[in-house]
């Protein structure tokens, strides 16, 4: 959950390096540094914090350089602080930037410390630029170095190295972690994420597991982890360099609230036609998988896995297909039973979540009928190694509290909903009446959004709250779930979600004045199940706050609010319409507590660790 940038030009590479890591500073932003080579001296500078620190660092000692190398660190190994930021060195003549975790680094400090080296950090990382200092004495080429180091690692890692005795280049590895070089004219660049290179170029070259790369001005040459040469094809970027800024807004989590509808949009785009699903949108071959498709495993993490529990109610009632939903970093530590025509589904707004990942990974051998990644990333590891793909299209999303990401995601579950319903439980009828829902959802997104002044207001009741309850029934459960998740990433507000029905079998003994109670209230077939729930709280003193059909009948009274809802929201649209002023809810409630909101604390955007 870390970002990595580096650079070797012609010109001035520092401010490109800055920009670079401004732009992953959603990725880790607990301290940053950079790592240069300059006036025959390699110099490192690093701050504790954000980028902004490393930035008035360099304005008090200023840096030029041609080449070289910077990080913004999420720590896992090692409390946040200067010593264990990165980049880390061996002597003064050799650096290293790494995302990822070494799992043996403990074993390989013993090792290190046999030969007289001595860690200073507290971290996993700087075991890599020893061992690599280590094999330089043997083996004078800075490949053969990194080559030797990589097998002595075991975990995962994307790692950049950079030596004062070969300064006219870099070189990177990759294992299970993403890293990507950049191509420009006479430059070039590599990154953790592609969006850290769109100012300076759009020709992006992926590296696979066991690839090492050597990085000069001129040229790039790539070795595949047997050792031979390898040619990785050259794609162009499709994102926005403009997409990752706020564009007026206060913070980009508000910004990506609003926008949803034109997310939703482009996500059903060239997908649906007036009454049918086409057939190409899942990629080739996908009508036929579906078709032969007798049961769904869902595979997500956080926000994503809540998506995953609301298509488990589409599947199964629309397409009469049992669906398992399972949390990803718990699904790749037991033995899951695949029944014969299983379709397996990863979702992940980054494609790059580790534990995703490595259930996709164990997938791929465990005789599933195909893959499926639903994800915000095109240029993804996720998307890369799945047979099938459906991209969200959200755009960039900055924010740590997922948003957009969140209803594209569902927008593209309902898409694999239909898809599934041609050959399961098919109703033609149904199918265009779902096209239709689905095309009417931006339009609902736009007037909920209209509720933003309303939960300004509402806000002010939590900012002096400790806890908070969200209830919902059915489909319904799992956005309550997302309200809750929302409202504790940002807000620091403790808050759990139930469905409404198990208030009686533990919650409601938590249920007091001081501790509201959000309810999520469509006009559905349990409606007046919730309604009974809903007594239960309020014949225990707590205060309700309702959002709800106009015409559920929930009438606004002493200890209960109403929040008025688009009329005429379908089973189908419920899950998407009413996420949106949960967001809006915990947005304003941060706003006022006043935490970080893009990037709160201990929290990072793409969970690349285990």
Known sequence: MCGIVGAVAKRNVVPILLEGLRRLEYRGYDSAGIAAIADNTLERRRRLGKVAALEAALDDEPLSSRIGIAHTRWATHGEPSETNAHPHMSGDDLAIVHNGIIEN?????????????QCTTETDSEVIVHLIHYHLQTRPDLIDAVRATSADLKGAYALVVLSLADPEHIVLARHAMPVVIGLGAEENFVASDVAALLPVTRQIVFLEDGDIADVHRNSVRIIDASGAPVARAVRESEMSADAIDKGGY??????EIHEQPEGIVQTLEERI???????AAFGPGAADQFMRTKGVHIVACGTSYHAGMVA?????????????VEIASEYRYR?????SGTLFVAISQSGETADTLAALNLAQGAGYLATLAICNVAESSLVRESDLVMLTRAGPEIGVA?????TTQLAALSLLVISLEKGHGNNPGRTAEHIRRLQAVPRMVEQTLALDGEMCELAKRFADKRHALFLGRGI??????EGALKLKEISYIHAEAYPAGELKHGPLALVDADM????????????EKLKSNLMEVRARGGELIVFADPDAGIKPSDGVTVINMPQHVSYFQAPIVYTVPLQLLAYHAAVLKGTDVDQPRNLAKSVTVE
């Open 105 to 117: 680094y403990e074993d390989l400090r013993v090792k290190l410390a046999a030969l007289g080296y």
């Open 476 to 481: 319904m459960h799992p956005i309550a779930m």
């Open 516 to 527: 509201p109670v959000v309810a999520v209230a469509p006009n559905d077939d349990l409606l």
């Open 335 to 339: 033995k899951p039973v695949v029944p």
């Open 312 to 324: 488990r109610y589409f599947i199964e009632q629309f397409c009469h297909l049992p669906c398992n």
């Open 402 to 406: 997922s948003t957009k990401a969140f």
């Open 273 to 279: 036609s007036s009454d049918h699903m086409l057939d």
């Open 250 to 255: 206060r913070h980009f989590m508000v910004k």
